[in-house]
């Protein structure tokens, strides 16, 4: 595993296929040694500097405690409290933790923000979600699904709503997995043409597909995984209105389901808005499979921390 060490996790599109399946190898190692109460300090020692910029349950709660069980120790660092807040540089952010830290999370609006700060550290730096993308839940998505289905190449993944962040990460995970992506937005909300693109190629080399399309009811046809997110994500709230007029119809529902595969399991990153873009009788529903989800970013994030650190 040492060709992982040092580096980046910013975007799946960086990894092959068999490097990601490291990555979920790893994680259900972990998982299990965990389950089983065994220690693995694998990290001992270590430390993992959190910077949030941006509110967060899941992925602050399971970094810190991803770190600890590792054997080290995370340190929150909010944006309201940190002089990146007051205007210190990226630049500067980045050398000063490099001399004390072993690796950065980073969460916040622009994504370019990530790429700098990985351009001037000298520790690897996790992307724990920019507006562009959310690597690591798409890895815990993954888990999930092979966890539930006991394969990813070859099964339909749909995403219905909104073309942000969770879109563009599923594209590239389901892309360099072998999955039929399938993402239904509505016009003016559809992913970035230029990711699409980019997942496109990934899926070709990889065996994968990746179709955009306007009807989330053609799209949940005989899916095996249904999948959406909010309509107004966060830095967003102000045009939360207007969206929800756009998005109406873009929600899984009783009809998503008997449309798709009878078997369907259905994930939500979280936080939801039920009534919004899921509604409350299929997120609690059998087929729901979102705190299962939710758990595996603790197992998912274990593993990247385990192979870059
Ligand atoms: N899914 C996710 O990233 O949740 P948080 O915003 O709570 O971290
Ligand atoms: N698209 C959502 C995901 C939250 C985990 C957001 O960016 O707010």
Redesign the pocket.
């Known amino acids: 595993h040492s060709q992982f060490k040092g580096r980046d996790f910013i975007s799946l599109h960086d990894f092959t296929q068999n490097e990601l399946k490291c990555f979920l190898d790893v994680a259900a190692e972990l998982k299990k040694e965990q389950k089983a109460g065994r220690p693995h300090p694998i990290l001992q020692g270590k430390t993992l500097g959190m910077i949030f910029t941006k509110s967060s349950t899941r992925t602050r709660v399971s970094f810190e405690v991803g770190i600890y069980q590792l054997g080290g120790q995370g340190l929150f660092l909010s944006g309201r409290d940190i002089q990146l807040g007051r205007g210190e540089t990226i630049a500067d952010t980045a050398r000063v933790l490099s001399r004390m830290v072993d690796g950065i999370m980073i969460r916040t609006f622009s994504h370019q923000e990530v790429l700098d700060l990985a351009q001037y550290a000298t520790i690897p730096i996790i992307n724990g979600?920019t507006d562009m993308l959310?690597p690591c839940?798409v890895l815990a998505d993954l888990m999930t699904i092979q966890e539930h289905k006991g394969r990813l190449a070859g099964l339909k993944l749909a995403y219905i709503g909104d073309g942000?962040?969770?879109a563009h990460s599923l594209m590239f995970g389901g892309a360099k997995m072998g999955l039929q992506v399938v993402i239904a937005s509505p016009q003016g909300y559809k992913p970035d043409p230029a990711l699409v693109a980019l997942a496109q190629e990934d899926a070709k080399a990889n065996g994968g597909s990746v179709d955009i399309l306007d009807d989330p009811l053609e799209a949940v046809k005989g899916a095996d995984v249904l999948y959406t997110?909010?309509w107004a994500?966060?830095g967003q709230e102000a045009e939360a209105g207007e969206r929800m007029k756009a998005f109406q119809g873009y929600q899984i529902n009783a009809e998503s389901l008997k449309l798709a595969h009878p078997s369907a399991i259905v994930l939500h990153?979280l936080p939801a808005h039920r009534g919004e873009e899921i509604t409350e009788e299929v997120i609690e529903g059998a087929h729901s499979v979102v705190f299962d989800e939710a758990e595996n970013r603790l197992h998912a994030q274990k593993a990247i921390m385990a192979l870059v650190m």
């Open positions: 979600l959310h839940q942000n962040n969770m997110d909010v994500s966060m990153c």
